[in-house]
């Protein structure tokens, strides 16, 4: 990626990518990191059922989820996790939503209405003061 891209991409990577999508002329889009975007959802959704894309390892976990079966296993209890606390975070919701301010810049509002919402899904509730500073920091 060039410097240049690195600006746009930094100050506003929505419109970075947007910028990427109008240029192209395929539906998949290919960054300059080496991944790929998609931008029509029917085409995601297809893409994501798909056999063939969902076989192997999966990079991002590396060696912490040596197989398919394990990275499979751990998606569902995560599933399973979120579901099981759905009331709460629709309490966060509305908590965090009438916390907002009346004005602010996306993405990072939206981040931290997400992050605010789902702090105590996230981490283990007796995490240190510093852990939840730092979490929300990267938030």
Not at 32 to 58: H, I, M
Not at 71 to 89: I, K, N, S, T
Request: with cysteine; net charge positive; proline share 8%.
């Amino acid at each position: 990626m060039r410097p240049g891209e690195k600006r746009r991409f930094r100050r506003d990577p929505l419109e970075y990518l947007e910028s990427l999508r109008r240029s192209s002329v395929t539906e998949a889009i290919r960054l300059p990191w080496g991944g790929y975007c998609v931008g029509d959802a029917d085409l995601s959704q297809k893409l994501l059922r798909d056999p063939e894309y969902n076989t192997g390892r999966s990079r991002f976990f590396n060696e912490l989820l040596p197989t398919r079966p394990s990275q499979v296993e751990v998606g569902r209890a995560v599933r399973d996790f979120l579901g099981e606390r759905l009331p709460q975070y629709g309490t966060e919701l509305n908590r965090a939503v009438t916390e907002l301010p009346a004005a602010g810049r996306w993405p990072r509002a939206g981040n931290m209405l997400v992050y605010r919402c789902m702090a105590d899904l996230l981490l283990h509730p007796g995490s240190p003061a510093r852990t939840r500073r730092l979490a929300e920091q990267a938030a």
